[in-house]
């Protein structure tokens, strides 16, 4: 986990819902759609091979790989962020008991 993470998102808890909030939307609108879209360029390309590279279906694939990956770094920060909050919230539901 980044440092600056710890230090200056998880000791705020409204902070880290906010967060984690955010990071649930930027995966959501980045998977949104991303299987029919990948498999549509994939049949492009298995269909038409060198020409539908050479006019940008190589782009478009390469792209949707980038919008793939960062759609998983938003998912593992948004499953950091709900750890975080869990374990803190059975804390203090220890505490009070």
Request: one cysteine or more; glycine letters at 4%.
């Amino acid at each position: 986990m980044p440092a600056w993470l710890q230090r200056v998102v998880f000791p705020r808890a409204w902070l880290t819902f906010i967060v984690l909030v955010v990071s649930f939307l930027v995966f959501g609108v980045g998977t949104y759609n991303l299987f029919l879209v990948l498999k549509a360029n994939l049949a492009l390309i298995a269909e038409h091979g060198m020409q539908a590279l050479a006019d940008g279906a190589a782009q478009q694939l390469l792209e949707l790989m980038v919008t793939a990956v960062l759609s998983m770094a938003a998912y593992v920060l948004f499953k950091a962020c709900e750890h975080h909050l869990v374990q803190r919230l059975c804390e203090a539901k220890m505490e009070e008991s």
